[in-house]
């Protein structure tokens, strides 16, 4: 029997957490933009060109939607310099999907929340850096997609789920995105759309990990 308590305490839990990240992350992520060393030039050392042409960094995307949420970490290769209006980037991130016990009542585990399914995603963008927001940010607007390839469904629950599948072997998304950039911080926020559901639907229909094709989420990286 679908579980609306649940599905109500899934979907509030994944919007306070997206609260919490946004709300740590921001400040974080403008000190290391804006901020500088004590008694030293700005820690940036940003020439007249900009950053490298090329930089690798640390990337990290939450996205959070009615019954589940999405957690990912990878690498980012970026092509353009902070002063180049046209910047690319392509990477390569593990993601990580919870929701909600889609078992009945008495198989539920005691946490309303569980790991659901994981897959590797490759994001491709083509930002265009549109105007500074202070000596060493830009705003930008972006555009990508996403292919995503199915590593693994839980055990436990996915015979549960149509076909005994909770992911979808691959998936395609389009990605707006907009953000901020530095030298050595990217940080922003971005909206997914994806072709098809991602997500099988489960056996008594209600229950599932969103038939929503829409997700929203940010976005942060951090080059070495």
């Not at 804006?34 to 042409?53: H, L, N, Y």
């Not at 105007?131 to 972006?142: A, E, I, L, M, P």
């Not at 909206?191 to 229909?205: A, C, E, M, R």
Request: glycine fraction near 10%; proline fraction near 4%.
């Amino acid at each position: 029997m679908y579980d609306m308590n649940t599905n109500t305490l899934s979907f509030r839990l994944s919007k306070k957490i997206f609260a919490v990240l946004f709300t740590a992350i921001v400040p974080l992520s403008m000190m290391a933009q804006w901020g500088t060393v004590r008694g030293e030039k700005p820690a940036e050392k940003m020439t007249s060109s900009g950053s490298p042409f090329v930089q690798v960094g640390f990337y990290h995307t939450g996205d959070f939607y009615k019954t589940a949420a999405g957690l990912g970490a990878g690498l980012m290769l970026n092509l353009g310099r902070t002063n180049d209006m046209l910047n690319a980037s392509v990477g390569v991130e593990f993601i990580e999907y919870i929701s909600g016990d889609p078992r009945p009542d008495d198989e539920k585990s005691k946490l309303s929340v569980v790991g659901s399914a994981g897959q590797v995603v490759v994001p491709a963008f083509l930002k265009l850096q549109l105007f500074r927001t202070s000596k060493w940010t830009k705003f930008y607007v972006g555009c990508g997609c996403e292919m995503g390839f199915k590593v693994h469904d839980n055990n436990k629950i996915k015979s549960y789920y149509v076909d005994n599948e909770i992911l979808h072997n691959s998936t395609f998304a389009i990605v707006p995105i907009i953000g901020w950039r530095s030298g050595s911080v990217d940080f922003g926020l971005y909206y997914k759309h994806y072709t098809k559901t991602p997500f099988n639907h489960s056996i008594d229909g209600s229950k599932d990990l969103s038939k929503d094709k829409a997700r929203i989420g940010y976005h942060l990286t951090c080059y070495f």
